[in-house]
């Protein structure tokens, strides 16, 4: 009787064949992770492109004025103190109603049928006041971190927290923030989400504030806010000179080509996050997700802004008029030897620039001189 005997691999077959696996996964597995990452990068650039429009609706239905929760006329008063002595009169030592001070940034109704504010008290009022403040225990600090404000996202989906406000790669925002996602209503208080989790995108606070504030060099450079009674004025959106190359809107974060996650220096400064990360201008690597005054969206590398500035200076014939002004009371240093401009000292590496942040001239004024 004949067998039908069935012929097995061999182990030099099996090894190829384990072999040639091998290879493909490895030949896949970074395509994969590009893949993945690019699209992370192209919801970036889509939340940017909706925050975008929101914003320009806005401004079309508010004689094309940007959004602001500080009073036009605060610099009138010279100083937050004689503006509320003047406006709701002088402390006598009894306690305030509520808000009896400059009104506090709107962020919508609560789930629980409250009105939900930030501050939720007197104390910090100070962060409606400033796109971004110069001095005392909250410098560097301001709304131009807070565009989930409710006149904002009521042209949106009508929440303060919603992924539009998060970039994909932002994994420390999203992660403190998904939880309040789940709330239905406008606003959220739960002691998780209040204080607010900062959105990954910021605003321009140079072009929020009147460009007068930030005069070049040769005009006579930095004005204190207070100093100018309608230095707290914002621009209206068509007053950009240079729409193409004045930035709007970015990733504050470090998250194109990121290196390290968390920014140990920050421990001691303080942040919101238990792991605060590194900002976009604090590595030559960086390259945020940008949206410009005309509405498109592209990537800026932080290198490209410090070239560009350094280029500036020399066609103006000027070492002190930059594309960013370094006579704020925040200081600067374009040569890169020392600490200044917009927390350049808790940086990564050699990157030297508050593009963006201090912007020359404001919203007159320009970020890049253009695609290189």
């Not at 100083?79 to 509520?98: L, T």
């Not at 403040?133 to 565009?147: I, M």
């Not at 990733?251 to 590194?278: I, K, R, T």
Request: charged share 20%; net charge negative.
């Amino acid at each position: 009787m004949k067998r039908n005997l069935s012929k097995g691999f061999t182990v030099i077959e099996l090894l190829v064949v384990i072999s040639i696996i091998a290879l493909l996964i490895g030949i896949l597995l970074p395509a994969i992770g590009k893949a993945r990452e690019s699209a992370k990068l192209s919801g970036s650039k889509s939340n940017l492109r909706q925050l975008g429009v929101a914003m320009h609706t806005y401004a079309s239905d508010w004689s094309d004025r940007q959004f602001t929760p500080a009073r036009d006329n605060l610099g009138y008063y010279g100083s937050v103190a004689d503006y509320n002595s003047e406006v709701y009169g002088p402390p006598d030592g009894s306690i305030k109603p509520r808000y009896q001070v400059h009104p506090p940034i709107l962020f919508g109704w609560g789930s629980d049928g409250h009105m939900y504010t930030y501050p939720m008290d007197n104390a910090g009022y100070h962060w409606a006041l400033h796109p971004i403040n110069f001095t005392g225990g909250t410098a560097y600090f301001g709304w131009f971190r807070f565009p989930f404000t409710k006149p904002i996202h009521d042209y949106l989906s009508g929440r303060s927290y919603d992924p539009v406000f998060y970039a994909p790669k932002d994994r420390l925002s999203l992660a403190a923030a998904e939880p309040c996602m789940d709330d239905p209503g406008e606003a959220v208080n739960t002691p998780e989400c209040n204080p607010p989790i900062w959105p990954t995108y910021c605003w321009s606070p140079a072009a929020m504030y009147n460009p007068e504030v930030f005069r070049n060099d040769d005009d006579g450079g930095f004005q204190d806010p207070w100093s100018l009674p309608s230095g707290f004025r914002v621009p209206t959106m068509s007053q950009a000179s240079y729409p193409s190359l004045k930035t709007h809107m970015l990733e504050h974060q470090w998250l194109q080509n990121v290196e390290v996650e968390c920014n140990p220096a920050f421990n001691e400064f303080g942040g919101v996050l238990d792991c605060e990360p590194y900002y976009f201008n604090h590595a030559l690597t960086s390259k945020p997700v940008t949206l410009f005054y005309d509405a498109h969206v592209d990537l800026v590398g932080t290198h490209q802004a410090m070239l560009d500035d350094r280029r500036h200076r020399f066609q103006v014939d000027n070492d002190d008029w930059g594309l960013w002004s370094t006579d704020t009371p925040f200081g600067g240093d374009v040569e890169g030897e020392g600490d200044g401009g917009y927390l350049i000292e808790f940086g990564y590496d050699f990157a030297n620039t508050s593009y963006h942040i201090l912007t020359t001239e404001g919203i007159h004024g320009r970020d890049i001189l253009g695609k290189q």
